[in-house]
T-cell receptor, first 113, second 113 residues
Framework: DTAVSQTPKYLVTQMGNDKSIKCEQNLGHDTMYWYKQDSKKFLKIMFS???????INETVPNRFSPKSPDKAHLNLHINSLELGDSAVYFC????????????FGQGTRLTVV | DAKTTQPNSMESNEEEPVHLPCNHSTISGTDYIHWYRQLPSQGPEYVIHGLTSNVNNRMASLAIAEDRKSSTLILHRATLRDAAVYYC??????????????FGQGTTLQVKP
């Protein structure tokens, strides 16, 4: 069973569209994250949720809206897509604490044309 | 969060040991040292972590300097599958950041057959 799964794996869409990426973890973790990896390969945190509550919002444009219906799911909705939103988006989950490991999904490659 | 410094790239021959260095001169006494790696087209995956003592697991060993200002990830016998970007990350024990991972540029490891 995949610990952290994201759908879709690939997403190609036109500028101005609205799209969603879904993430589910079956590890029972309380904390989930969204990361963005741009074309230069830098991994940057976007959001962190703990038990369905937003904990961190790293100055992400408000076109990006995470939604956590329960602690096993953290979806990312993006409005009015722009060319600069093209990137690989990774979901991750973590049980909490600095002495434990985080688990990442396989990523969603978003291409805005 | 304390910063880490790693070489941009390293090369190794297959089946030889690899020592990946990381400097973290501003580490605090309660920061854990974590290593993650990202294989091509995959999400980051946990490798190993430690606080003060050297650590071994099935993937690698972590050697931590006595003053904790540097550490070295050791892959005992590199395989082609170990070609990846390796990230050294500090995680604060007492922090309000809910354990978020801050990725630097990492070290790109090439393994030659």
């Amino acid at each position: 069973d995949t610990a952290v799964s994201q759908t879709p794996k690939y997403l190609v869409t036109q500028m101005g569209n609205d799209k969603s990426i879904k993430c589910e973890q079956n590890l029972g973790h309380d904390t989930m994250y969204w990361y963005k990896q741009d074309s230069k390969k830098f991994l940057k945190i976007m959001f962190s949720y703990n038990n369905k509550e937003l904990i961190i919002n790293e100055t992400v444009p408000n076109r990006f809206s995470p939604k956590s219906p329960d602690k096993a799911h953290l979806n990312l909705h993006i409005n009015s897509l722009e060319l600069g939103d093209s990137a690989v988006y990774f979901c991750a989950s973590h049980p909490g604490g600095p002495n434990t490991e985080a688990f990442f999904g396989q990523g969603t490659r978003l291409t805005v044309v | 969060d304390a910063k880490t410094t790693q070489p941009n790239s390293m090369e190794s021959n297959e089946e030889e040991p690899v020592h990946l260095p990381c400097n973290h001169s501003t580490i605090s006494g309660t920061d854990y040292i974590h290593w993650y790696r990202q294989l091509p087209s995959q999400g980051p995956e946990y490798v190993i972590h430690g606080l003060t003592s050297n650590v071994n697991n099935r993937m690698a060993s972590l050697a931590i300097a006595e003053d904790r200002k540097s550490s070295t990830l050791i892959l005992h016998r590199a395989t082609l599958r170990d070609a990846a970007v390796y990230y050294c990350i500090l995680r604060a024990r007492f922090s309000s950041n809910t354990g978020k991972l801050i990725f630097g540029q990492g070290t790109t490891l090439q393994v030659k057959p």
